[in-house]
């Protein structure tokens, strides 16, 4: 098992231009997550899956948008990058509920926008 | 408002020393409390914490959670360097979905 991967590991981005991160993960896990993390800060929900078809907004979803198609992929999409979204953004998935299950991480993208 | 603190925020120690790191917390409907370790990329998984008083150990390291006054410790005994890392605190409150992060303390360990 891979586990959790990203992609891309880094990226700079010009403000104002669009990417997708990808993150897939090869245990069948229903649940899925993306995460930023701030220098120095704790990790912030950005948007969440409970399953294919189903997404729901974290605490911080502004300048980003999810979808979850399949069960192993859930890529996050910015449209209109700004400054305030340089960060490095981290994938997790969970068999169930994380509050019973371990989660899962991907390794990381690192993103700055300029 | 929802909120999780860590302290210290950063912490040097010798080698064979002792530590415990502190989290306290503010979180509606609290359901669990996760403690990570972040090297130099993603956040590992050390412990899951639902129940006060129980402690979870893992070889040199354990835990323990209060739910009446609101805050977890993480201790690690005889640290190595290895054990260099930030260690995140996360609180699930409401619907299971909603994790709150502490800012994580910054532990150096010198040889």
């Known amino acids: 098992n891979a586990g959790v991967t990203q992609t891309p590991k880094f990226r700079i981005l010009k403000i104002g231009q669009s990417m997708t991160l990808q993150c897939t993960q090869d245990?069948?896990?229903?649940?899925m997550y993306w995460y930023r993390q701030d220098p120095g800060m704790g990790l912030k929900l950005i948007y969440y899956?409970?399953?294919?078809?189903?997404?729901d907004k974290g605490e911080v979803p502004n300048g980003y948008n999810v979808s979850r198609s399949t069960t192993e992929d859930f890529p996050l999409r910015l449209e209109l990058a700004a400054p305030s979204q340089t960060s490095v953004y981290f994938c997790?998935?969970?068999?169930?509920?994380?509050?019973?299950?371990?989660?899962?991480f991907g390794p990381g993208t690192r993103l700055t926008v300029l | 408002e929802d909120k999780v603190v860590q302290s210290p925020l950063s912490l040097v120690v010798h080698e064979g020393d002792t530590v415990t790191l502190n989290c306290s917390y503010e979180?509606?409907?609290?359901?669990?409390l996760l403690w990570y370790k972040q090297e130099k990329k993603a956040p590992t998984f050390l412990f899951m914490l639902?129940?006060?008083?129980i402690e979870k150990k893992s070889g040199r390291l354990s835990s323990i959670l209060d739910k009446k006054e609101l805050f977890s410790i993480l201790n690690i005994t005889a640290t190595q360097t290895g054990d260099s890392a930030i260690y995140l605190c996360?609180?699930?409150?409401?619907?299971?979905?909603?994790?709150?992060f502490g800012a994580g303390t910054r532990l150096f360990v010198k040889a």
């Open positions: 979180v509606t409907n609290f359901r669990s």
């Open positions: 997790a998935s969970t068999l169930g509920q994380t509050y019973t299950d371990t989660q899962y």
């Open positions: 996360a609180v699930e409150g409401t619907g299971g979905f909603k994790t709150i």
């Open positions: 899956s409970v399953g294919a078809g189903i997404t």
């Open positions: 639902t129940s006060s008083g």
């Open positions: 245990m069948n896990h229903n649940y």
